[in-house]
């Protein structure tokens, strides 16, 4: 059975990656695209060859169409993923799956009500680097797990200079926007939950006022590790990457923090190193791959719906914490 694919929004996400991604599963169709403005959605559509176009959610969510992908501004994801779930079509949204912990657990109870399988647009985990890591640490090749470190601070692409630091109202920020990917990325490759957080922000010169444009994190976890992550939108120059030291060893990932399938692993113990290998599927493909699995019954989604909830409830703590000087607790609620 095909899996016919509602896009909402016009997005420049769909349009490099999840369009393709969709495309790419032998059962996936674009069938159709949502834009707040007509002769967007209808110069979207036909620059990205979708039959339909769409300027109303009731009209979209009407036709012929089983799932649907929300990757508009981030202050539009709640009511969309609530009528697509009343609806009865299957969510994959973007993170953060809305502007608070609350309204992220609203989503997931209406898509659990609905019956409809819920997915978070997670990439990094079905990144083969990260999933690489999780396995050596799972296999004890690293021992113990005491301490990771996140490298994401990127630069913003000129293009994507708009509403991410500009617009407070629409969930703009590098936490809502960067340090939502690293805590998912901390939960999958440790295996383990953030209970504490403590955060410093700046505004290093892109970001307008009420928004932060670099994040500066430390982590405590479940099982003692502790954690520092780096989101930024204005290096330039910097490489990113994802480290954990553990008792019996240390993983160093270059360059993995990223859309693409590149960069590089390597274990070093007292044995010497040793470089990981991987698969270097794309993210987009296998994340649609696990949703179209879940929608016929197997399995779940790469991020269910509580892990949007989780990442979403770190970057309010973390944002919480930067406006208070003080480390807050991580309680998602689920
Ligand atoms: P864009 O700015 O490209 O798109 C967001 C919305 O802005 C669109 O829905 C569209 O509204 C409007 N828009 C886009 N281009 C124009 C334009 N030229 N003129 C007027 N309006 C425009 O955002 P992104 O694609 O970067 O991000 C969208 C979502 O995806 C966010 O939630 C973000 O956090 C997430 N994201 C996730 C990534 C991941 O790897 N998981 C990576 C990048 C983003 P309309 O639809 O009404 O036309």
């Excluded at 703009?172 to 926007?177: N, R």
């Excluded at 480290?243 to 274990?267: I, N, R, Y």
Aim: proline share 4%; with cysteine.
């Amino acid at each position: 059975m095909t899996v016919r694919w509602g896009l909402i929004g016009a997005s420049t996400i769909a349009k490099q990656y999840m369009i393709a991604a969709i495309r790419n599963q032998p059962d996936g169709e674009v069938a159709a695209v949502m834009s707040s403005s007509p002769e967007r959605a209808a110069a979207y559509a036909k620059e990205n060859g979708i039959p339909t176009a769409f300027s109303s959610l009731p009209d979209l969510l009407a036709a012929d169409i089983d799932a649907v992908y929300i990757s508009t501004t981030n202050e539009l994801h709640l009511e969309q993923a609530l009528a697509a779930a009343k609806a009865g079509k299957h969510v994959l949204c973007e993170k953060p799956l809305a502007l608070n912990t609350a309204d992220a657990r609203r989503i997931v109870a209406a898509c659990k009500q609905a019956g409809v399988v819920m997915g978070t647009n997670h990439h990094l985990r079905n990144a083969g680097a990260h999933r690489a890591m999780r396995e050596a640490i799972a296999a004890g090749r690293i021992g113990k797990p005491v301490a990771a470190r996140v490298f994401h601070s990127v630069y913003l692409p000129e293009h994507l200079q708009g509403w991410r630091i500009t617009k407070p109202q629409a969930g703009g920020g590098v936490v809502l926007d960067i340090t939502v990917h690293d805590a998912d990325t901390l939960r999958f490759v440790l295996a383990d939950d953030p209970v504490e957080i403590s955060a410093f922000t700046q505004s290093a010169g892109m970001a307008g006022a009420g928004l932060e444009d670099g994040a500066m994190c430390v982590w405590r976890f479940k099982s003692g590790v502790i954690a520092q992550s780096h989101e930024g939108f204005t290096t330039k120059y910097a490489h990113t990457g994802f480290e954990v030291h553990g008792t019996e060893g240390s993983l160093f990932a270059k360059d993995v923090m990223t859309q693409k399938p590149v960069g590089s692993v390597t274990l070093r113990t007292a044995k010497g190193e040793e470089e990981l290998t991987f698969d270097r599927e794309d993210l987009y493909t296998r994340s649609l791959k696990a949703f179209h699995a879940a929608i016929r019954g197997e399995g779940r989604p790469s991020a269910t719906g509580e892990d949007g909830v989780w990442s979403l409830c770190c970057a309010e703590a973390a944002l919480e914490s930067a406006r208070t000087g003080r480390a807050v607790k991580i309680e998602p609620g689920i």
